[in-house]
């Protein structure tokens, strides 16, 4: 069975801090995607980034940087020198090859304190 | 702009009666689903269409119809609502093909409250 796990449910910080999201996922397909969404106070839901099971190579965009380890069948989230903007409700996602359904984590609620 | 439209954005009714709440898309995409999301529970997939006429069972299906008539659009239905089913609902589409590995578009959410 295919399943995503985002244990962290509810993180604060100080702005500017760093802050690491965990994403663990479960699947037994060699080909999958993983995907990370935000969804911000006004509800929402918005794309961050798409990674396939074949690229392990991390990415950076701004801020932001992503973790992707399959020994570990992890894909963690980093938010570098935090804004209150970043205050949001993280998703961590995972899609098959074989199918179109993408099964989500239940979340971790991100509170960036002024 | 590419977008996904849900309609109502907020929504109060009272047990029993139906209700309908709409969702189109521009994007040409043939899978479209329905999510609901509550405190805790992340966001679940209710029902799922890969394509016109033809729709399936998520994972929380019960008391939900769907129908696909037309490519773009994917109503959501509650015949007899009720207070279990109030919840915030996303539309989503993507482009599908096995292994396209597309994101999902979403709805801007409709908010649902049954009396």
């Known amino acids: 069975a295919q399943k995503v796990t985002q244990a962290q449910t509810e993180i604060s910080v100080v702005e500017k801090e760093d802050v690491t999201l965990d994403c663990v996922y479960e699947?037994?397909?060699?080909?999958?995607?993983l995907f990370w969404y935000k969804q911000p106070p006004s509800g929402e839901l918005v794309f961050l980034i798409r990674?396939?099971?074949?690229?392990?190579q991390n990415e950076i965009s701004g801020r932001y940087s992503w973790n992707f380890q399959k020994s570990t069948s992890s894909f963690n989230f980093t938010i570098t020198a935090s804004q209150v903007v970043d205050s949001a409700v993280y998703f961590c996602?995972?899609?098959?090859?074989?199918?179109?359904?993408?099964?989500f984590g239940k979340g971790t609620r991100l509170h960036i304190l002024p | 702009e590419a977008q996904v439209t849900q309609n109502p954005r907020y929504l109060i009714t009272v047990t029993g009666k139906k209700l309908t709440v709409t969702c189109s898309q521009n994007?040409?995409?043939?899978?479209m689903s329905w999510y609901r999301q509550d405190p805790g529970l992340g966001l679940r997939q209710i029902y799922y269409?890969?394509?016109?006429?033809?729709?399936d069972k998520g994972d929380v299906p019960e008391g939900y119809k769907v129908s696909r008539k037309e490519k773009r659009n994917f109503p959501l239905i509650l015949e007899s609502p009720s207070p279990n089913q109030t919840s915030l609902y996303f539309c989503?589409?993507?482009?599908?093909?096995?292994?396209?590995?597309?994101?999902?578009?979403f709805g801007q959410g409709t908010r649902l409250t049954v009396v």
């Open positions: 996602a995972l899609s098959l090859n074989r199918d179109d359904k993408i099964i």
């Open positions: 269409s890969m394509n016109v006429e033809v729709t």
């Open positions: 989503a589409s993507r482009m599908s093909g096995v292994g396209s590995g597309a994101e999902a578009f």
């Open positions: 990674r396939n099971s074949f690229d392990e």
């Open positions: 699947t037994r397909d060699t080909t999958y995607y």
């Open positions: 994007m040409n995409h043939e899978y």
